[in-house]
């Protein structure tokens, strides 16, 4: 089976089975279909930690890779991390996309799907 890309300027990802992440636009459509836009910042805060999920990331590593020299405190970062939970309705007690580990950062716990439109063609 081939897959050929249709349109992989649609930059979106499937968060556990329900809400999509368009990290490019910085909103999340969730469960019930209801746009919730991000600030840019919290959105690039999200998209390192998917795409570092396999471990947990600290709070300074993120000052540093999403917000360069602009800020030197870790409250922004705390409030990039809990808009990202709200707009995702995650609870912190029981996290099921972000998972604070103390005296580590944070660790992306969801499941992640790349959503660019693909067309599916099969060789017969």
């Excluded at 999509?20 to 600030?39: A, T």
Aim: aromatic content about 8%.
């Amino acid at each position: 089976m081939n897959t050929v890309a249709a349109n992989s300027s649609d930059n979106a990802m499937e968060l556990n089975k329900g809400f999509i992440f368009y990290h490019g636009e910085d909103y999340i459509l969730s469960e019930n279909q209801e746009v919730v836009k991000l600030e840019p910042l919290a959105s690039k805060a999200l998209l390192y930690l998917i795409e570092h999920s396999e471990r947990a990331v600290s709070v300074e590593e993120l000052l540093v890779k999403v917000w360069g020299s602009k800020f030197k405190s870790m409250k922004v970062v705390n409030r990039c991390v809990c808009l990202a939970r709200k707009a995702l309705a995650d609870d912190m007690r029981n996290p099921k996309f972000i998972k604070t580990i103390p005296k580590r950062g944070y660790k992306f716990v969801g499941h992640c799907m790349i959503k660019n439109h693909y067309l599916e063609l099969t060789a017969h």
